[in-house]
């Protein structure tokens, strides 16, 4: 006689237990909250499907668009979310996952998160958040002092100051650079005894009253994509991020810069900011900080550095030169949930002068009031979580030094895989790591070779076929789950700026080791001399003159 299956119902009790009463230990979710705290790592790697499936195959398990009558029961709904979510999710944890900027995570960061998620603060307001306002500001300071290091006199005076911030909590770089500009822009158009200000009249009143024809933000042309949605949603419009040329190092080309300055100038065009970049998100490269600070200093405009990736080198004691200038900016846009390990969603501006927020201040009498010490007034964001005790957690689990240690181990493992490249005979460094990010693409000796023998024609079509190799390499090795390596198109110096397409690695996992970077070098070797990829190469070969396998069989 078959069981009678257990059907859920919506009830007042129902919705009681369902906000006061835990699942039970040997709950489908109790088992695997036990193994989450017990074995992260054999929890991801039992659970996440390393082989990757269409999405259009997944789209399927996700088609219902009609929100259920009646209740399902916890327990499926756990067991659905482990098979068709957990199982397609990516392995962002995984020492062989080095494409893009999201890692491992610190283990105390999951039971931390979980009391985050249970007090539920919503820091738009001290009433929702109480103890973690003081908080949320002492983190700011923590990281203006990382940035400006002023003296303790001055994080007394400012740090909890109910009539300034050093900073704005938010929730990644894009809001940062958002808030950043945002202030440039109020900035450059302040109230007077005729106007009320942009942020009261709008940009077309603010350029007629101040006498421009427009205004531009000025940026490398490795500026991260937010900048242009900034642009956008300010009233600039995108067309007005100009993105200046980079020299071969990837840096922003700083006689280009001056002479688009000079031409704005002579048109009447305001330039807003300056935004130099501390790690570029596809190079990881440093602009010339202290440079492009003077050159924001002579044409009298905002200078904002965008340092989401780069901003932790400061805590390495060995490589925060390579940031030298950036405490000279007006603000520095950073990440938590890059190289400070802290789950997704948990990022910050810090603003060089305490006063500056208050060009964005908005108040509401029902819960941002005038003189209150929280944040929400200053930032774009409404309601937001507190991130801030993850963040603050971290600053003092792992301290300064533990930080470096970090920093230190990417930068330094980063070298060692563009030596090991470099050793190869079958790859090619593209871009020198500056921090831990760097390039490469499959390009065998012998093709090396006829590229500097080859003219602009031929080396554009022998580039234009390595980079379909590139890209065959990189989706067969992404969907096999072994491995991840991102790629991108660059314009290397070295080929006059013919677009090529490589392989972009990140190196901020220290679990990943030297024995999974050479198997990772292995496995894309091996699938270049697959079946799959014999067509391309042997264009490859016809293109550098060599005899094909199918020339030399007939």
């Known amino acids: 006689m078959s069981k009678t299956k257990k059907i859920a119902k919506a009830s007042l009790e129902t919705m009681y237990r369902v906000f006061t009463i835990p699942e039970a230990p040997n709950s489908t979710l109790g088992r695997i909250d036990q193994k989450i705290s017990q074995n992260l790592a054999g929890f991801l790697q039992d659970h996440i499907v390393a082989v990757e499936k269409d999405l259009s195959e997944m789209e399927k398990d996700f088609a219902e668009s009609r929100i259920p009558e009646e209740p399902v029961f916890v327990s499926e709904q756990t067991q659905f979310l482990l098979d068709k979510l957990v199982s397609q999710s990516v392995h962002t944890a995984s020492p062989s996952f080095i494409g893009h900027m999201t890692s491992a995570l610190p283990y105390f960061m999951l039971p931390l998160s979980k009391i985050m998620i249970a007090l539920n603060q919503n820091l738009v307001k001290t009433e929702t958040s109480k103890a973690f306002t003081p908080l949320e500001r002492q983190v700011i300071g923590m990281m203006h002092r990382l940035v400006y290091d002023r003296d303790d006199a001055y994080y007394h005076e400012w740090m909890h100051n109910s009539s300034a911030a050093l900073g704005s909590m938010c929730s990644g770089g894009t809001v940062a650079n958002i808030t950043a500009l945002w202030v440039a822009r109020n900035l450059c158009f302040p ?57 071969p190092n990837n840096k922003i080309d700083l006689q280009a810069l001056r002479a688009t300055c000079e031409e704005l100038r002579d048109a009447k065009v305001r330039i807003i900011s300056l935004v130099g970049i501390a790690g570029t998100t596809e190079t990881g490269n440093i602009d010339p900080l202290e440079e492009m600070a003077a050159i924001a200093k002579e044409f009298n405009t905002y200078f904002h550095v965008d340092a989401a990736w780069g901003g932790p080198t400061l805590f390495s004691n060995n490589y925060r030169h390579l940031l030298k200038g950036i405490e000279l900016a007006d603000s520095v846009t950073m990440d938590a949930h890059k190289q400070l390990y802290v789950p997704m969603g948990a990022g910050l501006v810090v603003f060089k002068n305490p006063s500056t927020s208050n060009a964005i201040e908005h108040h509401a009498q029902y819960i941002i009031r005038q003189g209150s010490r929280d944040l929400g007034s200053k930032t774009l964001e409404g309601s937001r979580p507190g991130m801030a005790m993850l963040i603050q957690s971290g600053l003092k689990i792992i301290g300064r030094t533990g930080y470096e240690i970090l920093i230190d181990l990417g930068i330094e493992k980063a070298k060692a895989f563009a030596s090991m490249i470099n050793q190869a005979d079958d790859f090619e460094l593209i871009s020198e790591p500056e921090l831990n990010i760097l390039t490469y693409r499959y390009c065998p000796a012998w093709v090396r070779q006829a590229l500097e023998l080859a003219d602009e024609e031929r080396q554009q079509a022998i580039n234009d076929c390595l980079s379909r190799i590139t890209k065959g390499i990189q989706k067969t090795q992404r969907a096999r789950g072994k491995a991840f390596v991102s790629r991108t198109r660059l314009n290397p110096a070295a080929y006059d700026g013919q677009a090529c397409v ?31 990829l014999t067509d391309r190469m042997d264009e490859l070969r016809h293109l550098c003159a060599i005899p094909t396998a199918k020339a030399a069989a007939s």
């Not at 009249?201 to 900034?230: I, T």
């Not at 990943?512 to 990772?520: F, G, H, K, M, V």
Request: glycine share 10%.
């Open 191 to 247: 109230a007077d005894s005729v106007f009320k200000g942009v942020r009261r009249e709008g940009m077309f009143k603010a350029l007629k009253h101040y006498g421009y024809e427009g205004a531009a933000v000025l940026v490398s042309k490795r500026g991260h994509y937010s900048l242009s949605k900034s642009a956008d949603l300010l009233g600039l419009g995108s067309d007005n991020i100009i993105a200046i040329p980079t020299g």
């Open 502 to 532: 490589v392989f972009r690695v990140v190196l901020a996992n220290p679990l990943t080791t030297a024995e999974i970077l050479q198997d990772i070098l292995e496995e894309q070797r091996a699938i270049a001399a697959e079946d799959l």
